[in-house]
């Protein structure tokens, strides 16, 4: 409990498993680059006036001025608590030079401080071209990507003038000590003992039965065989890990993606599954290499209503159909193959089999994390992030592009994200240092799949 009485925020276990996934090679934050037209008159708010906005909206979000504090002996995952030192100045920070792409890759080349809050906004508020530029990270255990483009909007107002910020003065509670957050780790472990033990008498002497809940067993058997097999091939987007990154971006016409959905009754993310297989099987081309194939984890958020922080995501496994020549066979088989695996549940089932090993040691579920992220089971991860649809602004400047950050676990050289705002869809393709060339092929490459697929729909009409 913290000093009001209220139980005390514990990262979950699958926020648990992203901070135990982290590495000073691997860092596991979330984040966009984004970048802002100036306002109407032409000018743009100084680095002062912005940050001085921003610190009078973190009322609205108390966990971006909180800090995990480790549990004595690791009885239980790390909690929330108020950062008693928390200091604006620590997480909104003026960019140093003008080039607003070798911002993004230092920015994001750099894990996060775990001293403090778990989030930096970096501000170019002097971008050559007259533009305003914002390089945003914050921990996945903190954000999902939804939740990140969440934090951005946070930030943003629905109209080119700023809604007042927060009156109230923030006051830190109380950081709890160490044999107070050891009895509460205890007492939780205790209750979590007793909720298995509410189980029926039979499910506990067999907990193999289990699986034999209606319509649960073969819908587990499925999804744990779509998850392991086949295993993921080798790949030059895989292999030892660097701390350095590059984000390759591309922008779209949103109604363009939209149109191919229409024309093949298809879904937004069939076509970006679709124009990643096709951008990789054009990667592999240009090598004078086989297109082999690539499986690639695809996360599904399974979020209730009523959860508003933290992670509620599950993940498909899916073989991209990098040898089909065809846009548009490949097309019809992501989408045949993404509705099957929906259809059955599998999303949900997943999240379900992830929450019982919640109950597990901490040491077990560190490696049934470890092997979640292996390059074993998946190449890269593709992840569609809804976006703002309404034109935003930031102290009257119109948002106008925002490339999202998919992290990187270890042994995973590139991910591919997109995410939307207004008009446009925004794609981040990131990656390591090494495989800068590569993610700028993959985004050439997925923006002439569009076309290619946008062309076959037209040609259909």
């Known amino acids: 409990m913290d000093s009001n009485g209220s139980p005390r925020q514990r990262v979950s ?19 966009w680059a984004a970048l802002f037209a100036p306002r109407a008159d032409g000018s743009r708010p100084g680095f002062e006036e912005v940050r001085s906005h921003i610190a009078g909206r973190l009322g609205r979000a108390p966990r971006y001025r909180q800090r995990l504090v480790e ?4 009885l239980d995952d790390p909690v929330w608590v108020d950062d008693p030192g928390f200091d604006i100045a620590d997480h909104v920070l003026r960019a140093g030079h003008g080039d607003f792409q070798r911002l993004a890759d230092e920015v994001l080349s750099a894990p996060l401080a775990h001293g403090r809050a778990l989030w930096e906004l970096w501000l170019a508020d002097e971008l050559p071209d007259g533009r305003f530029g914002v390089v945003g990270k914050a921990h996945h255990c903190l954000v999902d990507g939804l939740s990140a483009v969440e934090l951005m909007a946070l930030l943003l107002d629905p109209g080119p003038e700023p809604e007042s910020g927060d009156d109230e003065v923030w006051e830190p509670r109380d950081a709890p000590g160490a044999m ?16 298995v ?31 392991a097999t086949p295993a993921a091939p080798p790949s030059r987007l895989n292999g030892a890990m660097a701390p350095a990154r590059h984000l390759a971006c591309l922008a779209r016409s949103l109604e363009d993606i939209r149109t191919i959905k229409r024309q093949f009754d298809t879904t937004v993310n069939d076509v970006l599954l679709t124009a990643t297989a096709g ?5 592999a081309l240009g090598r004078d290499e086989p297109p082999g194939e690539i499986k690639a984890m695809v996360p599904v958020s399974v979020e209730a209503p009523s959860e508003r922080w933290g992670n509620r995501l599950a993940f498909l496994f899916l073989a991209l159909p990098t040898a089909e020549a065809d846009p548009v066979w490949r097309l019809r088989e992501v989408h ?8 059955e549940g599998e999303p949900e089932t997943i999240d379900a089999v992830f929450n019982a ?26 992840s569609n992030i809804p976006g703002p649809r309404e034109p935003m602004y930031l102290m009257g400047c119109e948002a106008k592009l925002a490339y999202p950050v998919v992290p990187l676990t270890h042994g995973h050289g590139i991910s591919i994200g997109m995410t939307t705002i207004q008009d446009q869809a925004c794609f ?28 076959r729909s037209e040609r259909m009409a």
Do not use: C
């Open 13 to 31: 276990a699958l926020d648990a498993a992203f901070l135990s996934l982290e590495s000073p090679q691997a860092p596991m934050h979330v984040g």
């Open 197 to 227: 033990a509410r189980l029926p008498l039979g499910y506990a002497r067999r907990p193999s039965r289990l699986l034999e809940l209606p319509g649960q067993g073969w819908r587990a058997t499925r999804a744990l065989l779509h998850t």
């Open 71 to 74: 549990v004595p002996l690791g």
């Open 279 to 283: 951008a990789l099987r054009g990667l």
């Open 428 to 455: 981040g393709i990131y990656a390591q240092a090494d495989l800068a060339e590569d993610a700028e092929r993959l985004a050439r490459g997925i923006d002439e799949e569009i076309d290619e697929l946008l062309a």
């Open 180 to 195: 107070k957050l050891a009895a509460e780790a205890v007492r939780h472990r205790a209750e979590q003992t007793l909720d």
């Open 357 to 382: 090993v919640a109950y597990a040691p901490r040491t077990v579920r560190r490696i049934v994390s470890g092997i979640l992220a292996s390059p074993r089971l998946s190449n890269l991860t593709v």
């Open 336 to 343: 045949v193959a993404m509705r099957e695996r929906k259809r």
